[in-house]
């Protein structure tokens, strides 16, 4: 196991100011604010790296820009939603041949019409109000994540060829209060395609293994 830590800007004393998060090896970081160029080339060279040294050449060019090219759009959609950190699957799991198709998205919120001096309701009553609101069919409940208030969300992703989803995902979110400031939360965004249905026995397995991973998180307030 690994810790994968990342900075949030502090602006009120004893405010977190970052997050830990244990993930298996198999699995990297992308950070999304800062040194992501270099980090997205180090992982590429490192994926490359890994294929047979008796592919057939003719195939091996095309395989690598197609890669590259995925990659590449995955991280600037997580920069465009305003991510901290995305993590990715980037070795085989265990005996298995092939990467997990899943992801981490590691993003933070504002409340809008954030001024000095300005109060906002108790994390307690903002959950309340994020349970009661959505009206979409996700599984929702309240709980805490390392002490703070927090809501997980869980759900279905249906494929949207328009906007270039190709199949449906399994999403589960947690949003949690960041301790010392309630205008701020945090969200970790957990997304699976499974075995290729999102509701299929491998998508199952990686969603419990998700709530595993939230339980390993922690906030950092150095």
Do not use: C
């Amino acid at each position: 196991m690994t810790t994968e830590q990342t900075a949030v800007p502090d602006e009120i004393s004893k405010t977190a100011k970052g997050y830990r998060l244990l993930l298996p090896s198999q699995w990297a970081q992308v950070p999304l604010r800062q040194g992501t160029v270099e980090v997205v080339e180090r992982i590429l060279h490192d994926m490359f790296l890994r294929i047979p040294e008796n592919a057939p050449s003719d195939k091996i060019g095309p395989y690598k820009r197609e890669v590259a090219k995925r990659f590449r759009s995955s991280v600037a959609q997580a920069q465009q939603k305003n991510g901290l950190d995305l993590y990715i699957p980037v070795k085989p799991v265990a005996d298995q041949e092939f990467n997990l198709g899943a992801s981490i998205l590691v993003t933070e919120t504002t409340l809008p019409e954030r001024r000095a001096g300005a109060t906002y309701a108790d994390p307690a009553d903002l959950v309340v109000q994020l349970l009661s609101r959505d009206g979409s069919n996700a599984d929702l409940s309240s709980g805490e994540v390392d002490g703070a208030v927090a809501v997980r969300r869980e759900y279905v992703a249906e494929a949207d060829p328009d906007q270039g989803v190709e199949v449906a995902s399994r999403r589960v979110e947690y949003i949690a209060s960041v301790p010392g400031d309630p205008a701020r939360w945090f969200v970790a965004a957990f997304s699976t395609v499974g075995g290729g249905n999102p509701k299929d026995e491998l998508a199952e397995v990686l969603v419990e293994w998700f709530d595993a991973v939230m339980a390993t998180f922690r906030w950092s307030f150095e």
